[in-house]
């Protein structure tokens, strides 16, 4: 449960600077320019107006604030408040002197979300007493908007998970021994996933109860002194932090927060089959109202997150699981539903009875993990195959067979390509011979028509070649490059029906096809993937798709790619599924390159366009990060993805293999 969360409200100029109304073009304009040192200030800086002649104290203080409304632009984009008619959250000042004392202080962005108590007991609910795929989901979440933070902030964000396990299980039926294990497969999972922006707290970290330092030492003896003593502990929240003249009843009717709490709480505790519902949730309220002083007393100088549905003063709600449909709600929370993949890919919260005629329970460790609409196109068992299939975060799936190394020769590469047109990209992991040209080739023609180019043939071999002349490809580089789609420059003749007349008509190719024979090291030379329909489903307001479909773009560019593009649609159709897909190419100029360089302008828009798809076909809430391993097989939908790769060191050998398909 949570409560208002109050911090300082001095009055700050981020209103003035950017008016509420305005909040969404915060998001825009988050990677404009550089983040300065506290002791210099940028050209950047006195480009946009935000000096003219300072001691360097004052521009410590500017970049602060610049800084500071940045890292809250990006926070305000994952609350609900940003999706919601009017793009803005009302706690910006609020927030403002927290983030800033953080900076001044070179300190991580520290934010706070109450929440992750235990999984509930009722099969209506979900599907199990551990974190499944829900957890994995919204930890995944969490942890890419510290890794928004960081991508303008050196410090980067951390996310202080409280758990609130003890403070209602009792009223809910759950048992104190399954809130400590929840807590503890939890934090498993985070580890496992490399999540190191989030960290846990339980109730006995926020009293100071002395129990809490066996949670270091020995697992054990922590679980067992937590078992002994967890009615003591919720006794002493209540008793430190209650306040006798709350009056939870007034508050469910008539404080907003409090009754949108109260509703959600009703309906969990019906759908438990729970005696007394309204009751138990107005005894939740006031035991939420004492844990959230306690948070208040104890770690006030946070940004306060919330995964309950409010007005936005004091806190931002968030959604853990966005809705792929339904902009501006928390929806559900993990350990209170289960999570459906459906046939585009996408992701949602649901109860287990609202998909049971279209999905099917999917297993992991012999555990329910998620439920995944029912389709053949992952039954490989007539291919002689039994694979696992690992859904990705944002996007993607890794397929792994489930024992030995199969040959990728029994590989059902149509089911492969079918699959790509909506959960792209698709990797191939743990086959043998994939290093083997002549197979890899082989099943290429079976999974499309290969195309063959002037330059490269039908195979393009990515390795670098230390070529650092201006006219050399910077694909074959170990540079960066810009988000792209493959095949910007091949045209084909296409004769209107109508009219007769032959017109050159941009024809990039369908798919990618790649093996992995050498990987950088490891944290280097990652190749990000953008999912279309992520793009659209975290425009911010007032952006849309049916405002950006009539866009057209031109690329100017140099090098060994120099070349005149004008009228590139900026949204396309996909000739399988018609949804729509992002056709983009970054701006690439020579502070980012020695090789092609890449001006684009917006033709019939305004040119602010060109910063909003640059940061959100990055923005982690779209844009997997793929680590290779050696052996990988990886299949790509050219049409529904765009596609980068990072940097990586000069000394290694990593080297992939390339066929595109129709």
């Known amino acids: 449960m949570d409560s208002v969360h109050l911090v300082d409200q001095s009055p700050s100029p981020l209103r003035a600077a950017y008016p509420a109304k305005a909040a969404s073009l915060l998001v825009i304009n988050a990677t404009e320019c550089p983040i300065d040192s506290a002791s210099d200030a940028s050209e950047e800086q006195f480009k946009y107006g935000l000096q003219e002649k300072c001691s360097v104290g004052e521009v410590a203080t500017q970049n602060h604030e610049d800084t500071a409304a940045k890292v809250l632009a990006i926070i305000t984009s994952y609350g609900v408040h940003s999706e919601r008619d009017t793009g803005s959250w009302d706690a910006l000042d609020e927030f403002l002197p927290v983030v800033k004392r ?37 930890l995944a979440h969490l942890q890419g908007l510290c890794n928004n933070i960081a991508a303008i902030y050196e410090k980067g964000a951390e996310i202080l998970i409280c758990s609130d396990g003890l403070v209602y299980n009792d009223l809910m039926g759950v048992s104190n021994e399954a809130v400590w294990e929840y807590g503890v497969a939890l934090r498993a999972m985070a580890a496992t996933k490399e999540l190191r922006n989030i960290k846990f707290l339980r109730l006995w970290d926020l009293l100071g109860h002395p129990g809490r330092h066996l949670d270091q030492e020995d697992q054990e003896k922590a679980k067992a002194y937590y078992l002994e003593h967890a009615t003591c502990i919720r006794r002493e929240l209540l008793y430190r932090y209650g306040d006798a003249q709350f009056d939870a009843v007034a508050a469910a009717k008539t404080d907003n927060d409090w009754a949108m709490t109260h509703t959600k709480y009703v309906d969990v505790l019906a759908r438990k089959t729970v005696e007394n519902p309204e009751s138990t949730a107005i005894r939740m309220i006031q035991r939420g109202k004492a844990y959230g002083a306690a948070l208040r007393a104890n770690l006030s100088d ?15 709600s968030l959604a853990l699981i966005p809705n792929p449909q339904e902009k501006g709600s928390v929806g559900l929370m993990p350990w209170r539903s289960a999570i459906a993949v459906d046939a585009d890919g996408s992701y949602r919260a649901v109860y287990p009875d609202q998909v049971q005629d279209t999905h099917e329970v999917i297993y992991k460790n012999e555990r329910p993990y998620f439920l995944r609409a029912k389709s053949d196109l992952f039954d490989w068992r007539s291919s002689g195959l039994q694979v696992d299939f690992e859904h990705l975060y944002p996007c993607g799936i890794i397929v792994r067979p489930v024992s030995r190394s199969p040959s990728m020769r029994l590989v059902p590469m149509q089911k492969v390509r079918h699959l790509s047109n909506h959960f792209s990209p698709i990797i191939l992991r743990g086959f ?7 197979i890899w080739v082989q099943k290429g023609h079976e999974l499309g028509k290969i195309l063959t180019w002037a330059l490269t043939g039908t195979i393009f071999k990515v390795v670098n070649t230390r070529d650092e002349s201006k006219m050399a490809n910077n694909v074959t580089s170990n540079e960066p490059l810009p988000m792209h789609f493959d095949g910007v420059f091949k045209f084909e003749d296409k004769e209107d029906p109508k009219t007769g007349e032959v017109k050159k008509v941009l024809s990039p190719p369908g798919y990618q096809y790649f093996t992995c024979l050498a990987t950088a090291p490891k944290g280097d ?36 790619w120099s070349n005149v593009h004008k009228g590139l649609p900026l949204v396309v159709r996909h000739p399988v599924t018609n949804a729509p897909c992002v056709r983009w190419h970054s701006p690439w100029d020579g502070d980012k390159t020695k090789y092609s360089t890449y001006k684009i302008v917006i033709e019939n828009e305004d040119q602010s366009l060109v910063q909003l798809i640059e940061k959100i076909t990055y923005d982690f809430r779209t844009c997997l990060r793929f680590s290779w391993e050696r052996g990988d097989l990886l299949v790509n939908d050219n049409v529904s993805m765009l596609h980068t790769r990072t940097s990586y060191t000069s000394n290694c050998d990593r080297e992939m293999w390339r066929i595109h398909l129709d």
Not at 112 to 121: D, V
């Open 302 to 316: 946070y940004v306060r997150l919330s995964i309950h549905d409010s007005v936005g003063k004091g806190k931002l």
């Open 102 to 138: 953080q900076l001044a202080t070179s300190a991580p962005i520290r934010m706070l979300l109450p929440g992750f108590p235990f999984k509930e007991n009722s099969r209506d609910l979900v599907l199990g007493s551990l974190p499944d795929l829900g957890e994995e989901l919204a």
């Open 525 to 560: 030379g990652y190749t990000l993937f953008c999912n279309s329909r992520l793009v659209f489903r975290y425009l911010p307001v007032p952006w849309t798709l049916e405002r950006l479909e009539p866009v057209t773009w031109e690329m100017t560019n140099d090098g060994f």
């Open 432 to 438: 043998s011979e994939t290093l083997n040209e002549d």
